[in-house]
């Protein structure tokens, strides 16, 4: 079945627009949200190390996979507090529960990280050591 020429403008007008809305709201969270600045910062240090310390793609792979699922749970954080802070201004327990729950995520999340790096560095020991004194020699 073939798009006609309609429906294939609407798709790709659809695809920058979605593009467009998902660089607006990385925008705003970085504007406003001091954590998700603090969390980009702890990306920036983790990333670069993990070139060090993965030994397989399988590895780097889900050592820059725990990051993108902190700020999956951060944006997904930010966006609960945003829409209860707008819906609901006075004090709710409900209200409160959610906002905890949305930061229990990223809480998680950082856990993960934690994890995940520090089982990848004590299990590839010898092999990160060799790299950095390659490195220095």
């Not at 793609?57 to 930010?78: K, Q, S, W």
């Given at each position: 079945m073939e798009l006609q020429e309609e429906e294939k403008d609407n798709w790709v007008k659809h695809f920058f627009a979605a593009f467009r809305y998902s660089v607006q709201g990385f925008k705003s969270c970085f504007r406003t949200e001091m954590a998700f600045r603090m969390e980009l910062a702890m990306i920036a240090v983790l990333f670069p190390l993990a070139f060090l310390i993965a030994q397989s793609?399988?590895?780097?792979?889900?050592?820059?996979?725990?990051?993108?699922?902190?700020?999956?749970?951060?944006?997904?954080?930010?966006a609960i507090e945003n829409v209860i802070d707008k819906t609901i201004p006075q004090q709710s327990s409900r209200a409160g529960m959610a906002k905890d729950q949305g930061s229990a995520a990223v809480f998680t999340a950082l856990t993960f990280i934690g994890v995940v790096y520090i089982s990848l560095i004590v299990y590839n020991w010898e092999a990160i050591i060799r790299t950095v004194s390659s490195l220095f020699s």
């Open positions: 793609l399988v590895e780097f792979l889900l050592l820059v996979g725990t990051l993108f699922i902190l700020v999956i749970a951060e944006l997904l954080n930010t």
